[in-house]
T-cell receptor
Framework: GQSLEQPSEVTAVEGAIVQINCTYQTSGFYGLSWYQQHDGGAPTFLSYNALDGLEETGRFSSFLSRSDSYGYLLLQELQMKDSASYFCAVSSRGGKLIFGQGTELSVKP | SAVISQKPSRDICQRGTSLTIQCQVDSQVTMMFWYRQQPGQSLTLIATANQGSEATYESGFVIDKFPISRPNLTFSTLTVSNLSPEDSSIYLC??????????FGQGTRLTVV
């Protein structure tokens, strides 16, 4: 079977740093990606890791450890507009994405 | 990048009827993907649509209920047939780009009454 685990919700204040963890168990693995989804909107791509290590894109960074089947998304200098749902997703054969259940991030003033 | 136009954006349908959702991509892509997202839930892959061949369905989804067409490399439709209230959900089409990221249509919010 295939499963991804991530926290259901996280709360943080503006300007803070938050880390959203994701552990996965899948039969095929090509990479781990992260998507942001605001209420009523479509998921938008944030980051992708195929190899172990840290990928940095502006205020967002993503980390992957393939040996631990673990990754995380790090959001720095949180802003109110970062309040959204964040999904980790495993890329498998044929370009398919298997999504985690999502983490709802609430940023407070 | 890819831009996907999906329509309708929302619809309210009577049970027993069908709804066809269209997705148009601004570039030619080999595969298109259809997902379902129930309110407050994650995205679940329904099927993968390749041009020139039958769609590949995930476990729990069947062609009779979710027929898919893929007439060319920029267009696909998903039909949700014989609607029941349990089909009320958001349906999204998606394409993969550069083997790293996916682009999504804006979604179709379906309510079955």
């Amino acid at each position: 079977g295939q499963s991804l685990e991530q926290p259901s919700e996280v709360t943080a204040v503006e300007g803070a740093i938050v880390q959203i963890n994701c552990t996965y168990q899948t039969s095929g693995f090509y990479g781990l990606s992260w998507y942001q989804q605001h209420d009523g909107g479509a998921p938008t791509f944030l980051s992708y890791n195929a190899l172990d290590g840290l990928e940095e894109t502006g205020r967002f960074s993503s980390f992957l450890s393939r040996s631990d089947s673990y990754g995380y998304l790090l959001l720095q200098e949180l802003q109110m507009k970062d309040s959204a749902s964040y999904f980790c997703a495993v890329s498998s054969r044929g370009g398919k994405l298997i999504f985690g259940q999502g983490t709802e991030l609430s940023v407070k003033p | 990048s890819a831009v996907i136009s999906q329509k309708p954006s929302r619809d309210i349908c009577q049970r027993g009827t069908s709804l066809t959702i269209q997705c148009q991509v601004d570039s030619q892509v080999t595969m298109m993907f259809w997902y379902r997202q129930q309110p407050g839930q994650s995205l679940t892959l329904i099927a993968t649509a390749n041009q020139g061949s039958e769609a590949t369905y995930e476990s729990g989804f069947v062609i009779d209920k979710f027929p898919i067409s893929r007439p060319n490399l920029t267009f696909s439709t998903l039909t949700v047939s014989n609607l029941s209230p349990e089909d009320s959900s958001i349906y999204l089409c998606s394409v993969e780009w550069g083997n790293t990221e996916a682009f999504f249509g804006q979604g179709t919010r379906l309510t079955v009454v």
